[in-house]
C-alpha cells in the first residue's frame, strides 16, 4: 500500500481572514491548488474533520494555558495574553480542528489505511509550549500527535523531524526530558525564538534525545541534507522510531520573506525520502506531516507539492 491521506480541514483558512499577517488563510488555498494541479489531490485518501477534544489537548497542554486561550478568543482579543500569537473569533475552533485533522491522519496511518499523511493545518503549532502559545501558534499539533499515538496506540518511541527555519522551540520544550520523543530541528540562527543551540540535547532520562542543527543565513541543501545523512540517519538506528513525525516548514525555502535559509523544490523532495528512507527502516513506512511556516504563497505552492509528491513515491 503507497497510499498517502490529507487532512485538510476548510475551518484552517477561517483563522485571521481578513487580518494583514504572513500567516494568512491564502497559505490553505495556494497548497490545496498545487496537489490540485499535480494530480496528486484525486490520489490521495481524504480525511474527515474533527475537533480534537480537552482531554487530547491536555496530552500536551495545562488546564490552565487551555482556559486562557479560549477565553482570549471568546473575549475578542487580537493577540494571546500569554504571548506574541495573533487571533481572532475563529482561531480556537481553527486550532482545535487542525489538532484534531492530525490526530485522524495519525488514526489512518497507525490503522493501515494510509502509508502515510500530509496535513494542510493552521495555525501551525510547534513553537506552542504546554503553557503558552509563541509566534503564530496556539497548539502544539506535531507533539500532540506524538502523545496521541502512544497513548491510543501504545506507540513506544516516536522520531519528530523538523526542517521550519525557525525553532521548534514548543516540541522541544515538552519532551526536553522524555527519552520517548526525539527531537531532531534543522534552523537559522540567529532567529526567532532564538532557542535550539547545539548543546541543548534534552535533560536527564531524555538527554541525547534532542538534537539542534542551528545554521547561518545563507545555508542548504549541505547543512540541513547533511544533517540527516550524517546525523539524524545515525541517531535514527540507534532510537529505532516506531512512528516519524514531520513538522514540515517550507519557510526554509529559497525566498522566503521571513529567512533566509536557501532549500529548493527538489532539496524538501530529498528529505522527504530521506525521512521515509527511516520511517520504512523501522517504523513500517509509518510517517505523518504537518504543515508549519512558508510565508512565500508561491514557494510554498511548489515546496508542498514536491514533498506530497515524494511522500506518494
Not at 152 to 160: E, F, K, N, Q, S
Amino acid at each position: 500500500m503507497a497510499t498517502t491521506a490529507l487532512s485538510a480541514d476548510p475551518i484552517c483558512r477561517e483563522h485571521l481572514a481578513g487580518k494583514p499577517h504572513p500567516e494568512r488563510p491564502e497559505r490553505f488555498d495556494v497548497v490545496l491548488e498545487a496537489l490540485r494541479g499535480s494530480g496528486a489531490l484525486d490520489q490521495m485518501v481524504h480525511l474527515g474533520p474533527r475537533a480534537a477534544t480537552v482531554e487530547e489537548l491536555l496530552l500536551c497542554h495545562t488546564p490552565e494555558y487551555l482556559r486562557v486561550a479560549k477565553r482570549d478568543v471568546d473575549a475578542g482579543l487580537g493577540c494571546l495574553s500569554t504571548g506574541d500569537t495573533d487571533i481572532d473569533r475563529h482561531s480556537w475552533d481553527a486550532a482545535v480542528r487542525a489538532a484534531g485533522g492530525v490526530l485522524e491522519a495519525v488514526d489512518a496511518v497507525m490503522a493501515g489505511r494510509a502509508r502515510n499523511a500530509f496535513c494542510v493545518v493552521r495555525p501551525p503549532g510547534h513553537h506552542a509550549t504546554a503553557s503558552r502559545g509563541m509566534g503564530f501558534c496556539l497548539l502544539n499539533n506535531v507533539a500532540l500527535a506524538a502523545r496521541y499515538a502512544q497513548r491510543r496506540y501504545g506507540t513506544g518511541r516516536v522520531l519528530i523531524v523538523d526542517w521550519d527555519v525557525h525553532h521548534g522551540n514548543g516540541t522541544q520544550e515538552i519532551f526536553y526530558s522524555d527519552p520517548s520523543v526525539f527531537f531532531f530541528s534543522t534552523h537559522q540562527w540567529p532567529l526567532y525564538p532564538g532557542t535550539g543551540r547545539a548543546d541543548e540535547v534534552g535533560d536527564g532520562a531524555g538527554q541525547g534525545t534532542t538534537m539542534n542543527f542551528p545554521f547561518p543565513a545563507g545555508s542548504g541543501r549541505e547543512e540541513i541534507l547533511g544533517a540527516v545523512e550524517n546525523s539524524l540517519l545515525p541517531a535514527a538506528d540507534r532510537f529505532r522510531p516506531d512512528l516519524v513525525l514531520i513538522s514540515a516548514g517550507f519557510d526554509s525555502r529559497i525566498g522566503d520573506p521571513l529567512g533566509r535559509f536557501t532549500l529548493t523544490d527538489e532539496d524538501f523532495a530529498d528529505l522527504t525520502r530521506r525521512v521515509m528512507e527511516m520511517a520504512d527502516r523501522y517504523a513500517g513506512g509509518r510517517v505523518v506531516s504537518m504543515l508549519e511556516g512558508g510565508y512565500n504563497l508561491e514557494g510554498l505552492a511548489s515546496a508542498a507539492s514536491a514533498h506530497v509528491d515524494a511522500l506518494m513515491g
